[in-house]
C-alpha cells in the first residue's frame, strides 16, 4: 500500500472562534486602518438610556469616532466636555490624589495615609490591566486592610462585546466593601451640587457598580457598596468635599436596559455587505448611505448624550417622525408613528375610532375648537360694548 504525503492522522478542522469573527467585522465597519475608540462609563450610560438604538449600539460597539463621522456628514455637534474643562477636571483630580490620597482619603475618614495600600495596577493592554485590577481587589479583601485603587480597569460585557472602564478609583475596606469614587471639577455649594451634574455622574458611577458585581460575584467576603463617593470642590475654592451618592435605582435601571440591548453581531449581520463607516476612506455620501442602513431611535435627549444627535434629528424631521417630540409623547400615540397621522386622526381623516389615542386626539380637538369659539365670542362681546362707549 503507497502512502502519500498528506497520509497521517486525522486533524479536525480548525475554526474561527466567534469572538475572532466579530472582532475581524467591528475592524471591517470601523475601517481596517483605524484605531478603535474605546467606550467610557459616560458613553456606556448614555447607550443603556437609548437601548432601542441600533445605530449607536453598532457605532460604539465598533469604536467608530463619531465625532468625525457627525463632522463629514455635515452635521457636527457640541456634544462633549471643553478642552478647558477637562483639563480642570485633572488639575483638580491631581490635587485630591496627591500625597498618597491623603484629602481623599481624609473624606472617608481615614487620617493615617500609611495605614491604606495603594498597589501597583500596571499591566499589558486593557485586559492584563483588568485581570490585574480583580487579581488585587480580591489580594485586598483577604487581607482585611484599607488600600486605595488609583484608576483600576475593569471589564463589563455590552450586547456581547467585552468593554473596558477606568474610574478614578475605588477604596476597598477592611470589612470587604468596596466603594466607588468619582472625581468631578462641578462645585459643590453649601452641600449640595447641580441636580443634573450629579443625576449624570450617578448614572456614570452605576456602570463602574455593575462592572464590581461581577468581581465581587467570585470574591470570597466582598461587597460594592451602592453608596459611591462623589468628591467636588467645595463652594467657590479649590478644596475637595464628598458627598455619599445612592446609585441602587440607577444600577437597576442601566442593568435592565443594558440586558435589553440587541446584541453586536446581530445588529453587524443584518447589514448590507460591503457597508463600512470608515471616515478617513469614504466620502460623506457613502457616510450618510452607510449610517442610513442602521435603524436609529432618535429622542430629544440624544441632544446632551450623542454626538450623531443633529444628523439624526434631521433625519427623523425629514421622515415626519413624533420621536422628535419626545419618547413620552411617542408612547402615548401608540401606533401612531408620523405627525401627519397624528393631524389626520385627530381630524377624523384616519385612524381607528376605538383606538384610546385616536379618541383622545379627537376629544383634544373638540376642547381647542370649543376653546377658540368661546375666545373669540368673548372678545366680539369686549369689542361690541367698547363700541358702545
Known amino acids: 500500500m503507497s502512502a502519500s504525503l498528506d497520509s497521517g492522522p486525522h486533524r479536525p478542522p480548525q475554526t474561527t472562534p466567534p469572538q475572532t469573527t466579530l472582532r475581524h467585522r467591528l475592524a471591517e465597519l470601523r475601517g481596517p486602518a483605524t484605531v478603535p475608540r474605546p467606550l467610557d462609563a459616560r458613553a456606556l450610560a448614555a447607550l443603556a438610556a437609548n ?7 453598532i457605532l460604539d460597539g465598533a469604536g467608530v469616532d463619531k465625532t468625525a463621522l457627525a463632522a463629514k456628514l455635515g452635521a457636527p455637534s457640541s456634544f462633549g466636555q471643553s478642552q478647558y474643562a477637562i483639563a480642570r477636571g485633572n488639575a483638580f483630580e491631581a490635587k485630591v490624589k496627591a500625597d498618597g490620597g491623603r484629602e481623599l482619603l481624609a473624606l472617608l475618614g481615614i487620617t493615617e495615609p500609611g495605614t491604606v495600600d495603594v498597589p501597583e ?24 486592610r484599607w488600600a486605595l485603587l488609583d484608576h ?23 470589612d470587604g466593601r468596596w466603594t ?25 458611577a452605576a456602570v463602574y457598580v455593575l462592572a464590581l458585581d461581577r468581581i465581587a460575584a467570585h470574591t470570597e467576603g466582598a461587597t460594592v457598596a451602592h453608596r459611591v463617593l462623589l468628591v467636588c470642590p467645595k463652594d467657590f475654592s479649590n478644596l475637595p468635599t464628598g458627598s455619599a451618592v445612592d446609585v441602587r435605582k440607577q444600577v437597576a435601571v442601566t442593568r435592565r436596559q443594558l440586558a435589553r440591548l440587541t446584541r453586536i453581531e446581530e445588529i453587524a449581520d443584518a447589514l448590507p455587505e460591503g ?5 478617513a476612506e469614504c466620502s460623506a455620501e457613502q457616510l450618510a448611505s452607510a449610517v442610513e442602513c442602521v435603524p436609529h431611535a432618535y429622542a430629544p435627549e440624544c441632544l446632551s448624550a450623542c454626538e450623531l ?40 381623516e384616519s385612524g381607528d375610532p376605538d383606538d384610546p389615542a385616536v379618541d383622545a386626539l379627537r376629544r383634544a380637538r ?6 377658540l369659539e368661546a375666545a373669540a365670542g368673548g372678545a366680539g362681546a369686549v369689542a361690541e360694548v367698547s363700541a358702545c362707549r
Open 51 to 57: 437601548p432601542g438604538c441600533r445605530r449607536r449600539a
Open 121 to 144: 495596577l500596571a499591566a499589558a493592554g486593557p485586559e492584563g490591566r483588568a485581570a490585574r485590577t480583580a487579581l488585587t481587589l480580591r489580594e485586598a479583601t483577604a487581607a482585611g
Open 152 to 174: 483600576p480597569m475593569l471589564a463589563l460585557e455590552v450586547a456581547g462585546s467585552p468593554v473596558y472602564l477606568e474610574p478614578d478609583a475605588v477604596v476597598v475596606h477592611p
Open 180 to 204: 466607588v469614587v468619582e472625581i468631578k471639577s462641578f462645585p459643590m455649594i453649601d452641600g449640595a451640587a447641580d441636580a443634573s451634574k450629579v443625576g449624570a455622574a450617578a448614572r456614570q
Open 275 to 279: 457597508v463600512t463607516f470608515d471616515v
Open 309 to 348: 444627535a443633529f444628523h439624526c434629528r434631521t433625519r427623523a424631521r425629514a421622515a415626519d417622525a413624533v420621536t422628535t417630540l419626545g419618547r413620552s409623547v411617542r408612547g402615548e400615540l401608540g401606533c401612531l408613528t408620523t405627525i401627519g397621522a397624528v393631524l389626520a386622526a385627530a381630524r377624523g
Open 366 to 371: 373638540a376642547l381647542r375648537a370649543e376653546a
